[in-house]
């Protein structure tokens, strides 16, 4: 599956942001859909994920309750609603996809996005 992210840009603290990812190719049910984020000299870090099928979410403890993740099948797109930002949310953002489904492991996960730049100043 090839993934194309997108709706990155420059924000207030206190602001939203929403993230598109657009999906082409085959997605199954049981296939779960990520989105993690990266700052220069830092690992990728997971942000959340939503399993394709039964729509069922989870969050990293530093997003919990701001951001939310949320999936049209149809348009085989994922989004990443991003309330209530603060300037340690600045990273590049990435969607991918997991076959297995059970992991919070970026190396895991097999189909990657190009990566949208989110910037949040003070």
């Known amino acids: 599956v090839q993934l194309q992210a997108s709706g990155g840009g420059t924000v207030q603290a206190g602001g939203s942001l929403r993230l598109s990812c657009a999906a082409s190719g085959r997605i199954f049910s049981s296939h779960v859909m990520g989105w993690f984020r990266q700052v220069p000299g830092k690992e990728r870090e997971f942000v959340a994920k939503?399993?394709?099928?039964?729509?069922?979410?989870y969050y990293a403890d530093s997003v919990k309750g701001r951001f939310t993740i949320s999936r049209v099948s149809a348009e085989k797109t994922v989004y990443l609603l991003l309330n209530s930002l603060e300037p340690e949310d600045t990273a590049v953002y990435y969607c991918?996809?997991?076959?297995?489904?059970?992991?919070?492991?970026?190396?895991?996960?097999?189909?990657w996005g190009q990566g949208t730049l989110v910037t949040v100043s003070s």
């Open positions: 991918a996809r997991d076959t297995n489904g059970s992991s919070m492991s970026a190396a895991d996960y097999d189909s």
């Open positions: 939503i399993r394709w099928g039964s729509g069922v979410t």
